[in-house]
């Protein structure tokens, strides 16, 4: 076997990659999954969606990797935000260094913080403050935008040139306050408040840039939420960015994910309305001559000679109902007069036969007892010398019986 010139056999030797080897198992079997609280530095998100960043605190460093499958996170890392990692230490071969492999990340306080936040939406949304029934529809062509904001951030800037640009018709009013820290949330429930009480603005605009989640807290502050919902102007919440939200996105009449996006909500474009504008203008001119000239269509029908004719028409049928019950009238009447008569003579003609005048025109006479005036109407009974009254048709005749 052969030597070196410090004795050691040249098989003795590691080469760097196997003695890295050593080192990798060594170090990651030694090591379980580990929790760490750091400040992240030297920030780099690579084109492949993989995540690089450093964990430090005032007295050491470690590097990190947040692979892309990883990488949906609530929240956009940048240097100098604390976050809690969980992950597995790793040996990089190919640098010879190590790093923890992430596989998990948190804002420091992230945590305490989303549960404090999912509570309060919950008791406020079992109040119906976020109930969409309540939520009213922004106005058609505000002529007063207001804005609640910080009067030095940008989302200020972007809101009032995006305005600008699209209707500088519009009015602007700045309702300035303070977007984060402890006195944020007063000062926004002031702002939209005095909004209120003087009927300052036809829609609100609450909100501010990105931040981390603790900067957006006063736009989850429980009074900025009652504030906002309870706010007869409607109200546009933009706070952050799209991945961020507030609870006064829930409480707000229509959420935009950024300021911008906002102003885009709260104000058409001036170039949209006035074509608008000529578009109603022209059907409305258009339907009114169409129905002009549909009147006078019809009141050329209305001369003296068609009105007349109109008239007759409407008339005739009429009149001819008229005339057929006249004459049915006429004729009923007439035939039931002349069955009446016609009775009548019948009548008169059965009087006549049973009148007893008509039948001593006939020759018959009428024989009664002169003493008592009884009618005799048989000769059986009669006595001798009985006086009798004989009455023919003219006169009296007296006569005395003989037996």
């Known amino acids: 076997m052969l030597q070196n010139s410090d004795g050691m056999a040249k098989s003795a030797y590691l080469s760097v990659s196997e003695f890295t080897d050593q080192i990798k198992q060594l170090l990651e079997n030694a090591f379980p999954p580990v929790a760490i609280e750091g400040e992240i530095s030297n920030y780099r998100p690579s084109s492949s969606g993989h995540i690089y960043f450093s964990l430090k605190d005032d007295k050491a460093v470690i590097q990190a990797v947040l692979f ?34 992430v596989d998990s990340m948190e804002q420091a ?13 919950r008791r406020l949304a079992m109040e119906g ?26 989302a200020l ?14 009015s602007i009013i700045i309702f300035p306050c303070a977007v984060q820290g402890a006195e944020a949330a007063p000062q926004i429930v002031r702002c939209i408040q005095t909004a209120n009480a003087y009927h300052m603005a036809d829609v609100l605009i609450v909100g501010r840039g990105g ?3 603790e900067d957006l807290l006063p736009f989850s502050d429980e009074q900025v939420v009652r504030a906002v919902a ?16 507030a609870l006064s996105d829930f409480a707000a009449d229509k959420r935009a994910p950024t ?11 001036l170039s949209d309305v006035i074509e608008t504008i000529a578009r109603l203008k022209k059907d409305l001119c258009d339907n009114m001559k169409a129905r002009t000239e549909k009147a006078r269509l019809l009141m050329n029908q209305f001369s003296a000679e068609s009105l007349e004719m109109k008239f007759r028409a409407i008339e005739q049928p009429y009149l001819t109902r008229l005339d057929d019950a006249k004459d049915d009238l006429l004729t009923n009447m007439t035939d039931k007069c002349a069955a009446y008569k016609q009775r009548i003579q019948n009548a008169v003609l059965q009087l006549e036969a049973a009148d ?18 009884a009618v005799i109407r048989s000769a059986e009974g009669l006595r001798d010398g009985q006086l009798l009254e004989i009455q023919p048709h003219e006169g009296r005749i007296t006569a005395e019986v003989r037996v």
Not at 157 to 170: E, G, L, V
Not at 230 to 245: K, Q
Request: with cysteine; hydrophobic share 35%; charged share 25%.
């Open 68 to 101: 892309k499958y990883k990488s949906n996170l609530p929240f956009v890392p940048k240097d100098g935000m604390t976050v809690r990692i969980k992950g597995k230490l790793s040996v990089y071969p190919q640098r010879g260094s190590y790093q923890i492999i």
């Open 109 to 121: 306080g992230t945590g305490d913080i989303l549960a404090m936040l999912e509570e309060r939406k």
């Open 129 to 154: 403050l976020f109930d969409e029934e309540n939520k009213r529809p922004l106005p058609f062509f505000p002529t007063t935008v207001g804005v609640v904001t910080s009067p030095t951030g940008a």
């Open 157 to 170: 800037r972007d809101i009032m040139q995006i305005m600008k640009r699209r209707n500088p018709a519009i």
């Open 211 to 213: 931040g981390s989640i």
């Open 230 to 245: 309870a706010s007869e102007i409607p109200v546009v919440s933009a706070v952050g960015h799209e991945i961020d939200w």
């Open 259 to 269: 300021p911008s996006a906002g102003a885009e909500l709260c104000t058409p474009l």
């Open 356 to 373: 007893p005048k008509a039948i001593l025109a006939r020759g018959y006479s009428m024989v009664y007892d002169k003493a008592t005036g």
